[in-house]
């Protein structure tokens, strides 16, 4: 991790995680379990092979650079989605990534997850949806962590495609009727060339049925503060996105800085992702200068930690600790910032302000 190690202070933080893609906390020993049971082919001989592929810097993008034979980090991505088949596998995926999160003292999530990696494969949606909803509600039980998830549209691929597997899902909708898994909708995958203005329609539906929104605006990516501007200002009739995934991007056009303070629209940043493409005296100048300015609100987070060198929730609060040069109240109000940018229901809210205020006193 940048030859950085979490510190006890980091380790023992009282966490909230916002942006977790839950297909990018698949380990290497549970994608080679689960295609063992399942008989999917893996293109690796050994586990060890499996696990050296993981040593990969995936931060090469074949839009922008051409191909250079390498695989990009959402060929592997969606490459270890296949040995996800059965509703068995999707629980212990989510389980998981909850007893993780214990481990890491996060105390409340929002996963992320693509259900469109596994329709156009005839995998139902109840297999996934069941699969992941019975780990919520035992994560909360077993581990002490409670979550509600996040539907993502894949955007690569077709609007309408992504429409069914909303329609497919919403019984798991939390709406009158549903049953609770997922409380928003997002974008995901590769936002080359597709605007979110694409998902118009996607995300009227979702706020119809009273659910939040929030959209990938992935860093230096080609339009990326275009994409931003839709999501503050043109999209859901003008009304703006509830969040903006990444969306670092703001720092390039005063107006989307505006956008972000008038509308107050948050950010859910991963600041390791970054990394791997930005140096580090490049990178958290940035972050500090968000850090500074007042009325900008973000927090920190892990997206696909398992393909992105094992750097979880904990190394990449460390980074910003430790290079954006915050004190210790400094990372609490961090923590704190997630709390109040979640979508957790109010009594957990005030549950895990209360419980910041007193590790705040007793550490800081």
């Known amino acids: ?130 699969g992941y909803m019975r780990a919520q509600r035992e994560g909360a039980e077993r581990f002490g962590v409670r979550s509600n998830w996040i539907m993502c549209f894949v955007r690569d691929r077709p609007v309408e495609e992504g429409i069914a597997a909303y329609e497919a899902a919403r019984p798991w909708a939390r709406v009158p009727g549903g049953r609770g898994l997922f409380h928003a909708v997002g974008l995901a995958s590769n936002e ?15 706020k119809q049925d009273g659910l939040h929104v929030t959209m990938h605006c992935d860093v230096d990516q080609k339009d990326a503060p275009t994409h931003i501007h839709e999501a503050l200002f043109t999209v859901l009739d003008g009304r703006g996105t ?32 970054y990394h791997r493409r930005q140096a580090t005296e490049v990178l958290f100048p940035k972050l500090r200068k968000l850090w500074d300015m007042e009325g900008v609100k973000w927090c920190v987070n892990s997206d696909d930690p398992t393909y992105m060198h094992d750097v979880w929730i904990d190394g990449a609060l460390e980074k910003v600790y430790r290079y954006c040069g915050l004190s210790k109240a400094d990372m609490v109000r961090l923590s704190r910032n997630a709390v109040e940018i979640s979508w957790a229901e109010a009594e957990v809210k005030t549950e895990l302000l209360h419980e910041l205020e007193r590790f705040e006193r007793e550490n800081c």
């Open 1 to 130: 991790m940048n030859g950085l190690q979490v510190s006890p202070f980091i380790a023992a933080l009282p966490k909230v995680e916002l942006h977790v893609h839950i297909e990018g906390t698949l380990t290497p020993s549970l994608r080679w379990k689960l295609a063992q049971r399942n008989k999917v082919p893996l293109p690796y001989a050994t586990y060890d092979e499996l696990l050296e592929s993981y040593n990969v810097l995936y931060n090469h993008r074949k839009e922008l650079h051409g191909d250079n034979g390498a695989p990009t980090f959402l060929e592997t991505y969606f490459a270890g989605t296949q040995v996800l088949c059965q509703e068995q596998d999707f629980y212990e995926l989510g389980m998981a990534y909850l007893e993780k999160a214990a481990e890491l003292n996060i105390r409340y999530a929002e996963p992320f997850f693509d259900l469109q990696a596994y329709l156009p494969r005839g995998i139902p949606a109840a297999t996934v949806l069941d």
């Open 242 to 273: 509830d969040r903006i995934d990444h969306g670092l991007n703001a720092l390039d056009r005063p107006e989307l800085l505006q956008g972000l303070i008038e509308r107050q629209i948050p950010l859910t940043l991963c600041p390791h992702a």
């Open 192 to 206: 080359y060339d597709r605007p979110p203005m694409l998902f118009e329609e996607a995300f009227r539906m979702a």
